[in-house]
């Protein structure tokens, strides 16, 4: 194939840009022809009825998968969702809280059902940001009648939220609970055949 000296790290790496060239045009290159030509392309966002989603359900208008047994803590969640290509729920605004609670109490959770969300503080106490979307948190309705969030014991930069009441608190990231997966916004494709 190629003439190097034995042992010369530039020819094994010529070797290895050619062959990593060669493989690219060979299997991974897709040529600038629109192979649809006689199709009509349509995107659409979200999924279709008919499509199954298990193990996550739509509520409202997101895609979320609820923890119903398994008690973890913050970043164990966080990781749990990312392994579903999901993240940990980020909720917006009240028709959002809304929906969730009312699921939830469908399924039979209790008032005592704490669930973990993506809001935290970690990087800067008191200003807490959603993770899976990094904005800041800007509904947020905190639980209780004294200043929420209140940080107590100077650990508490985890956010979570209520099965059965629209609140949320902080909690210290290490506490096991149940968790929140929310899926990214799907987009489906529809090819249609167009006839000549």
């Not at 194939?1 to 493989?23: D, E, N, R």
């Not at 008919?50 to 969640?77: L, M």
């Not at 608190?169 to 990214?184: F, H, R, T």
Request: glycine residues 8%.
């Amino acid at each position: 194939m190629w003439q190097t000296q034995s042992g010369s790290p530039t020819g094994i790496l010529l070797q290895l840009v050619l062959l990593t060239s060669a493989w690219t045009l060979s299997s991974g290159y897709l040529p600038d022809v629109n192979i649809f030509t006689n199709y009509r392309t349509e995107v659409y966002n979200g999924i279709p009825s008919e499509i199954d989603t298990t193990p996550f359900v739509r509520i409202g208008d997101n895609y979320y998968y609820i923890e119903p047994t398994n008690k973890v803590n913050w970043f164990q969640a966080a990781g749990a969702c990312r392994m579903m290509n999901a993240h940990l729920a980020s909720i917006e605004d009240k028709p959002e809280m809304e929906a969730l609670i009312k699921y939830m109490k469908t399924k039979g959770f209790k008032n005592n059902d704490y669930f973990w969300i993506s809001g935290n503080d970690l990087g800067t106490e008191g200003a807490f940001y959603w993770m899976s979307n990094g904005r800041p948190m800007t509904y947020a309705p905190w639980n209780g009648p004294k200043m929420m969030p209140d940080n107590y014991g100077g650990n508490e930069n985890c956010v979570h939220m209520f099965a059965t009441r629209e609140m949320i608190n902080d909690a210290n990231c290490k506490i096991q609970m149940l968790y929140v997966c929310e899926a990214s916004e799907p987009k489906t494709f529809k090819f249609t055949y167009i006839k000549w």
